[in-house]
RNA sequence: GGCGGAUUUCCCAAGCGGUCAAAGGGAGCUGACUGUAAAUCAGCCGCGUAAUGCUUCAGAGGUUCGAAUCCUCUAUCCGCCA
């Protein structure tokens, strides 16, 4: 089970030994001040999450993960949402971004703010804390902000940031906006050093020029140095960006990312990544690990090593119940046979259970169906294509399975006995792809 | 401020008045093979409630029977000169 440990259950002699193993280490101001600090007293920690989107995705689960390690060995965490850096949005090497309006990058700000909530504990001696920068970066004023935050900052320094850098080169250039953006990032650490003390700041490594903003800042106006942590930008076998599937970004909200596609995601990691991504996604003993790795070795087809990982990191995303669904809907299907006729309803339902999606009123509901429906529009409901021509396609390359059955015939309909134990039929867009229609007069 | 070059469907990139929804590559989707992997091969790949249907080639106008392709203006980028 994703039971989180800290690191001496891990098997480690101290949380930096630990993190350096896990591979949660990519950079820091300081490896030997990094050391002391982590392993020293209780210190006060942040990490930024900018409401871009609606939810968290895997790349934000990295720091979630490094957040939670330090929180289990007794340091205090923060966790910080940008509803202000939202509002202007970092520099991308993409080019720049389109503004998302106000009550948007709100709304969002809650989002995220929730479903942090899930990973880091709010009981207990060092309960996480919330906070928003719009708090006091949105009613600073053009001259506050020059004044006391923008002098203090060298346009050599801002210019020569490593994406500024590209961004100048590159051929749509940077707005000013983005270019500000680290100043903002800058006076938020300065701002939490001074009203928690925070002394170290932790975020994606591709984030190491604005992480490192603040640094300069607290040194220049408070005469301390404090110090950055970065966690490695995940990549897979060739290189690209971590996190990606179907095109989308593998997100932590289950009506965005059904548990059941999150844990084939985690269960179809190939061989030279799975011991990489257990070190760093799980919080599985170091013992556990290494023998998990042997397993890879000498037996690669039963891919033991796949199944921890896809366990751990689904269930600790989305609790125990949806993973325990998503085996048993991955096991109907792919187990010998894959007979769904064999199962007992109430198995049947608590494998569909994570299958769900959103109804578009905040809840997660089955698609409705009834006999005499055509297939196309069926699947178009249960949310496996984006248009009844999109589906039609696919079944044309032969791509579109009733209850793992493939479906010949575009203009296809539902008939009764599709329905098992009459109340569910299982649609299934390629290999992995599922959606559950539920019968309703 | 002046002169020249650029802007094509998710990305790169052909096209230079009809045969253009637009070559090729990448990405993506599906199939075969397999270990629910990788590699390989094949199909699909603007949208679509499939229709002699709809909307595209930076934006707005214009020339023409007909424009991504020609003209004018606008915007943005890149050079060179002030």
């Known amino acids: 089970m994703a039971k989180v440990t800290d ?24 490896e030997t001040e990094l050391e002391k600090t982590l392993d020293g007293e209780p210190v006060t920690y942040y990490c930024g999450f900018d409401p871009t989107a609606p939810s968290l995705h895997v790349g934000n689960l990295v720091q979630l993960i490094s957040m939670r ?11 910080l949402v940008g509803g202000a850096t939202g509002l202007i949005g970092d520099p991308r090497q993409s080019g720049e971004r389109t503004l998302n309006p106000r009550n948007v990058v709100e709304e969002w700000t809650s989002r995220l703010a929730a479903q942090i909530g899930r990973f880091l504990p709010a009981q207990g001696g060092n309960p996480v ?13 053009a001259i506050d902000f020059l004044r006391d935050v923008g002098k203090n900052f060298r346009m050599g320094t801002m210019l020569s ?9 590159s051929e749509e250039g940077i707005s000013f906006a983005e270019f500000s953006y ?40 408070r005469g301390v140095n404090v110090n950055v942590m970065t966690s490695p930008l995940i990549t897979d076998s060739q290189g690209k960006k971590f996190g990606k599937s179907e095109g989308n970004a593998v997100w932590l909200d289950p009506a965005m990312f059904s548990p059941y596609r999150f844990y084939q995601f985690w269960f179809n990691q190939p061989d030279d990544q799975v011991i990489k991504l257990l070190k760093t996604f799980t919080f599985l003993p170091k013992a556990e690990v290494e023998r998990l790795e042997e397993e890879v070795k000498t037996d690669p087809g039963a891919r033991e090593a796949q199944k921890a990982l896809a366990w751990e990191v689904t269930s600790y995303v989305h609790g125990e119940r949806a993973a325990q669904g998503a085996i048993d809907a991955s096991g109907s299907l792919f187990g010998r046979g894959g007979n769904l006729d064999d199962l007992d309803e109430d198995v049947l339902e608590g494998a569909l259970e994570g299958l769900k999606i959103d109804d578009g009123q905040g809840g997660m509901t089955f698609a409705a169906a009834a006999a005499g429906d055509r297939v196309v529009e069926a699947g178009v409901k249960a949310g496996l294509f984006k248009s009844v021509s999109e589906a039609r396609k696919t079944v044309n ?45």
């Not at 804390?129 to 949105?138: K, L, M």
């Not at 984030?207 to 300069?216: A, F, K, M, V």
């Open 69 to 79: 390690h330090l929180q289990a060995a007794g340091h205090h965490p923060l966790a």
């Open 129 to 141: 804390r919330f906070i928003n920068n719009y708090e006091w970066t949105g009613s600073m004023t």
């Open 161 to 169: 940031k490593d994406i500024v850098a590209r961004r100048l080169n």
């Open 7 to 30: 690191f001496k259950e891990a098997g480690f002699d101290s949380l930096f030994d630990e993190l350096k193993w896990r591979g949660l280490i990519a950079q820091s101001t300081d």
């Open 182 to 221: 680290q100043v903002l990032q800058g006076n938020d650490f300065l701002e939490l050093f001074d009203r928690y003390d925070c002394r170290l700041q932790l975020g994606g490594n591709d984030q190491w020029g604005n992480l490192t903003s603040g640094l300069d800042l607290i040194r220049k106006v």
């Open 397 to 441: 390359s032969g791509g579109v399975y009733l209850n793992n059955t493939r479906v010949a015939d575009q203009e296809a309909v539902l008939a009764d006995k599709d329905f098992l134990h009459g109340r569910f039929a299982l649609l299934r867009r390629g290999k992995k792809a599922l959606g559950v229609l539920e019968r309703r007069a």
